[in-house]
């Protein structure tokens, strides 16, 4: 069995992630795929479940954000839907109070990042509250940007509410802000699913074989150990990595261990963690503008100087 494409839908509370979900289902519907969905909403109560169809596998995740407070929960959920229903697709639709960053963060566990094809992050922005958005307190201002500027398509949403003008000056301030991703005016989030398919992530989770490095946005790696490795000669790569590498995670066996090491990284800081049974030595990378190809021979060159 292939990968399990993972389609990532963001954007602030109201934009039109629904209403786009609910269109890209009927369309996968049209081609004979198996889909399943993620929907995760900050309250206690699922609002948006209801727009999924009954035969759709679906797991909600409530009452809390997936990037932060619920990351253990979409780990098992994520995991029970690639085992049970092994679907062609995942659409995870996100809080609007999601940063993107964070999302692949949860979403790629080290367990199964290597069974996964991060396709790329969909941002659906509402024309109207981008045009207003200064009036908005400064936090949900950053996040707007950041939603923006880590999409691989960008969707501005409600167009048939702005002038001409307005819609030209917010594709230049998009554009400006995300020169990477494709924008597309829409009403109703009316985008056909060839546009969706058509997103260059830069294959996420594979090397980049043929980008410079000003062509790639935010895109994650999975690197797979044959062997184990020498701590030291690691936190040695660990040091020179540049500082766009904003994650890693996962399972590194070092040599004078009989098991497995659960690692963290996360802003410059490594974690390490012992684990007493033999674990997936699968390391998950999320960075923007990294040359994949090159953190990958400096990991396969550990393995040989072990």
């Known amino acids: 069995m292939g990968k399990v494409e993972i389609y990532v839908l ?28 993620m929907m995760n909403e900050l309250g206690k109560v699922s609002i948006d479940s209801n727009a999924i169809e009954e ?3 679906l ?23 690639l085992l049970d229903e092994k679907p062609d697709v995942i659409y995870i639709e996100t809080t609007g109070a999601a940063h993107p960053v964070e999302v ?53 949403n409600k167009t048939d509410e702005l002038t001409p003008s307005e819609q030209a000056n917010i594709s230049l301030e998009i554009q400006s802000l995300n020169m990477h991703a494709r924008l597309i005016l829409t009403n109703y989030s009316k985008v056909s699913l060839k ?32 062997h184990s490795i020498n701590q030291s000669k690691f936190e040695d790569f660990l040091r020179a990595l540049p500082d766009s590498i904003y994650r890693i995670k996962g399972y ?34 999320i960075g923007e503008g990294i040359q994949w190809r090159e953190i990958e021979e400096q990991l396969a060159l550990l393995e040989k100087e072990r």
């Open 55 to 57: 035969d759709v596998p």
């Open 104 to 156: 692949l963060d949860a979403v790629l566990s080290p367990l199964f990042a290597d069974k996964l094809d991060v396709k790329g992050i969909v941002s659906v922005v509402d024309g109207a509250r981008w045009v207003e958005r200064k009036k908005l307190s400064p936090q949900v201002q950053q996040l707007l940007i950041e939603q923006v500027r880590h999409a691989d398509l960008l969707l501005v």
């Open 10 to 37: 963001s954007g602030f509370l109201g934009s039109g992630k629904t209403t786009l979900l609910k269109r890209l289902l009927q369309n996968e519907k049209e081609q004979n795929r198996k889909v399943a969905v």
């Open 59 to 81: 797991k909600e995740l409530l009452n809390g954000c997936i990037c932060c407070t619920i990351q253990d929960e979409l780990e098992a959920q994520l995991q029970g839907l």
């Open 195 to 226: 546009e969706i398919r058509s997103i260059n992530a830069g294959s996420k989770n594979e090397v980049q074989k043929s980008h410079v490095a000003a062509d790639l946005n935010l895109s994650t790696f999975v690197y797979r150990f044959q």
């Open 252 to 285: 590194v066996k070092f040599t004078q261990s009989q098991y497995p090491t659960l690692f963290q990284f996360s802003y410059g800081m490594p974690l390490y963690m012992q684990e007493y049974m033999n674990l997936p030595l699968n390391l998950v990378f």
